[in-house]
């Protein structure tokens, strides 16, 4: 005899409960499913968004700090490099290009970084996505997503921003008043280039010369006086300091080369990636465990559905009893149970991926909206194997039932 019809019509009649039977059990799955997904997004999203910048240059202090103000544009009290370093890192023989990061100033919550054009170019190597990057000391280029059209003016504020990408609704409205009450005077800035999107926070970030960084907070500009340009090379005399220096080394044994000198010469000197390594290293200890929390729980949540099942078998035992009293055999019966739970399990386990999935995406953009950094998210191999081992598991629990089922005594059952 095919168990499936019967399968299927046990399936219609008991509809509630197969339904909160698959829900409760997607949601266990859902769970781990996210947090595997979530835990790999953050991973790639914080590595993507330090592709840029190979080795960062800071004094003595904290390296956390150093990479999440420079790299991740994080508000930190960063203490400042000598200018001497500034105006000999450029004509070094391992250094294709070096820039400075000056912090101090926002428009609206955005921030304000002072550096030089090799930065908005990367040397070159980048191609604007509209216009060219600033060329005097009062123009800029936007990130691309700052809401600013090339040719409109911007003032710089006090105060380097609370560095949150999301910014709150009335401060995207033109507000002179609110902008004057934190003002440089009558300092003002010209669009003239906006970067190309990078889903991180420089998305959202202000480039102008450092120079007139340094003049706004009554600094010397790094030139001798009355000398108009930006850019390097600087005078190491007339440069007040810098809190951090991106370098682009030439090869990479140039990068171990550079990093190596500069901190035998006392600088903190390190790859961005480093710092990511410790982190990751940390996040995926700390993944583990709520891995291991996670299956303990869905195995839990398994188990508990399946003795739940096995009570809910005395409310059938009538049924399965005129079976066999029918003529169908103990392995009919026990195919009837188990295939029942297998298909509901089944169920549950699809329905599980995809709400993972889902949950998994929602958090990750509002993680990436906080942050700045994109976290792309995508459920894959692991993510499918981790639920197929979960329907195996319960699908091996589900013999209990099955079992149970088929051996309880015919007569006794159509009697009660």
């Given at each position: 005899?095919?168990?499936?019809?019967?399968?299927?019509?046990?399936?219609?009649?008991?509809?509630?409960?197969?339904?909160?039977?698959?829900?409760?059990?997607?949601?266990?799955?859902?769970?781990?499913?996210?947090?595997?997904?979530?835990?790999?997004?953050?991973?790639?999203?914080?590595a993507a968004a330090a592709d840029d910048f190979d080795l960062v240059v800071?004094?003595?202090?904290?390296?956390?700090?150093?990479?999440?103000?420079?790299?991740?544009?994080?508000?930190?009290?960063?203490?400042?490099?000598?200018?001497?370093?500034?105006?000999?890192?450029?004509?070094?023989?391992?250094?294709?290009?070096?820039?400075?990061?000056?912090?101090?100033?926002?428009?609206?919550?955005?921030?304000?970084?002072?550096?030089?054009?090799?930065?908005?170019?990367?040397?070159?190597?980048?191609?604007?996505?509209?216009?060219?990057?600033?060329?005097?000391?009062?123009?800029?280029?936007?990130?691309?997503?700052?809401?600013?059209?090339?040719?409109?003016?911007?003032?710089?504020?006090?105060?380097?921003?609370?560095?949150?990408?999301?910014?709150?609704?009335?401060?995207?409205?033109?507000?002179?008043?609110?902008?004057?009450?934190?003002?440089?005077?009558?300092?003002?800035?010209?669009?003239?280039?906006?970067?190309?999107?990078?889903?991180?926070?420089?998305?959202?970030?202000?480039l102008v010369p450092i120079e007139m960084v340094w003049a706004l907070h009554?600094?010397?500009?790094?030139?001798?006086?009355?000398?108009?340009?930006?850019?390097?090379?600087?005078?190491?005399?007339?440069?007040?300091?810098?809190?951090?220096?991106?370098?682009?080394?030439?090869?990479?044994?140039?990068?171990?080369?550079?990093?190596?000198?500069?901190?035998?010469?006392?600088?903190?000197?390190?790859?961005?990636?480093?710092?990511?390594?410790?982190?990751?290293?940390?996040?995926?200890?700390?993944?583990?465990?709520?891995?291991?929390?996670?299956?303990?729980?869905?195995?839990?949540?398994?188990?508990?559905?399946?003795?739940?099942?096995?009570?809910?078998?005395?409310?059938?035992?009538?049924?399965?009893?005129?079976?066999?009293?029918?003529?169908?055999?103990?392995?009919?019966?026990?195919?009837?149970?188990?295939?029942?739970?297998?298909?509901?399990?089944?169920?549950?386990?699809?329905?599980?991926?995809?709400?993972?999935?889902?949950?998994?995406?929602?958090?990750?953009?509002?993680?990436?909206?906080?942050?700045?950094?994109?976290?792309?998210?995508?459920?894959?191999?692991?993510?499918?194997?981790?639920?197929?081992?979960?329907?195996?598991?319960?699908?091996?629990?589900?013999?209990?039932?099955?079992?149970?089922?088929?051996?309880?005594?015919?007569?006794?059952?159509?009697?009660?």
């Amino acid at each position: 005899m095919n168990p499936l019809p019967l399968i299927r019509a046990e399936g219609r009649s008991a509809l509630p409960f197969a339904a909160v039977f698959i829900l409760v059990l997607a949601l266990a799955i859902a769970l781990g499913v996210a947090a595997a997904a979530l835990e790999r997004s953050v991973r790639k999203g914080s590595a993507a968004a330090a592709d840029d910048f190979d080795l960062v240059v800071g004094a003595p202090g904290s390296s956390a700090d150093l990479v999440l103000a420079s790299v991740y544009l994080r508000p930190a009290a960063l203490p400042l490099l000598p200018g001497s370093l500034l105006a000999r890192l450029p004509g070094d023989a391992g250094v294709a290009w070096a820039a400075p990061i000056g912090f101090g100033d926002n428009w609206r919550g955005r921030p304000i970084v002072g550096t030089t054009a090799d930065l908005v170019t990367l040397g070159g190597r980048r191609t604007l996505a509209e216009g060219r990057a600033f060329a005097a000391r009062t123009e800029a280029v936007v990130g691309a997503k700052v809401p600013l059209a090339i040719g409109a003016t911007l003032k710089p504020q006090h105060g380097a921003g609370h560095g949150n990408p999301i910014i709150p609704r009335h401060q995207d409205h033109d507000d002179e008043d609110d902008d004057a009450d934190h003002a440089h005077g009558d300092a003002a800035y010209t669009v003239v280039g906006r970067l190309p999107p990078q889903n991180n926070p420089w998305d959202h970030a202000i480039l102008v010369p450092i120079e007139m960084v340094w003049a706004l907070h009554g600094l010397t500009d790094g030139h001798a006086a009355d000398d108009g340009r930006i850019g390097p090379p600087f005078d190491g005399a007339a440069v007040a300091g810098v809190p951090a220096i991106l370098i682009k080394p030439r090869a990479v044994a140039d990068a171990y080369g550079l990093r190596a000198r500069l901190r035998s010469e006392g600088q903190l000197a390190l790859f961005p990636a480093e710092l990511l390594v410790e982190l990751h290293r940390l996040l995926g200890g700390i993944g583990t465990l709520v891995g291991a929390i996670t299956l303990a729980t869905q195995v839990l949540v398994f188990v508990s559905v399946l003795l739940a099942v096995v009570v809910a078998l005395a409310a059938r035992r009538r049924r399965l009893a005129l079976l066999r009293a029918l003529g169908a055999s103990r392995g009919f019966i026990f195919l009837l149970i188990w295939g029942e739970l297998l298909g509901l399990l089944g169920f549950a386990g699809l329905l599980g991926l995809g709400l993972g999935a889902l949950l998994a995406w929602g958090l990750a953009t509002i993680g990436s909206a906080s942050s700045g950094v994109g976290l792309p998210v995508a459920v894959g191999w692991p993510e499918i194997l981790r639920v197929a081992v979960l329907v195996a598991l319960g699908a091996a629990l589900a013999i209990v039932p099955g079992w149970l089922g088929f051996r309880r005594p015919v007569a006794a059952d159509l009697r009660g």
